[in-house]
């Protein structure tokens, strides 16, 4: 098992910037693939950013593609996401979530049934 918690939402305004922050415990962090989906009301969950176990890969949506940035200390077993440039539509609850199943030749890395363990969200409000 592993658990997931998520801190550093709040409120900003457009062109702010902010960075989230997940805490691991539990199973081996070192060797999971990380990743943070969000949530906007009334919307599915959406794909935002993974980076592999090792940190070599990072893959990120087209819509937050040059102003977010996924890093990992598997020291301290945290993964964060850097958010810069944010937009009113960038408002959702931000999830992180974990895998420990191979990123590569799976059509579900960027699905929320790629991965096995959720944390319980953060909320990210960018007013105009």
């Known amino acids: 098992q592993v658990q997931l918690a998520e801190s550093g939402g709040g409120l900003v305004q457009a062109g702010d910037s902010l960075r989230l922050s997940c805490a691991a415990s539990g199973r081996a962090f070192s060797r999971a693939n990380m990743g943070w989906f969000r949530q906007a009301p009334g919307k599915a969950r959406d794909f935002v950013a993974v980076?592999?176990?090792?940190?070599?890969?990072?893959y990120y949506a087209d819509s937050v593609k040059g102003r977010f940035s996924i890093s990992r200390d598997n020291a301290k077993s945290t993964v964060y996401l850097q958010m810069n440039s944010l937009k009113p539509e960038d408002t959702a609850i931000y999830y992180c979530?974990?895998?420990?199943?191979?990123?590569?030749?799976?059509?579900?890395?960027?699905?929320?049934?790629?991965?096995?363990?959720w944390g319980q969200g953060t909320q990210v409000t960018v007013s105009s």
């Open positions: 980076i592999s176990w090792s940190g070599d890969g990072t």
């Open positions: 979530a974990a895998t420990y199943i191979t990123l590569y030749g799976r059509s579900t890395w960027n699905t929320q049934a790629g991965y096995e363990y």
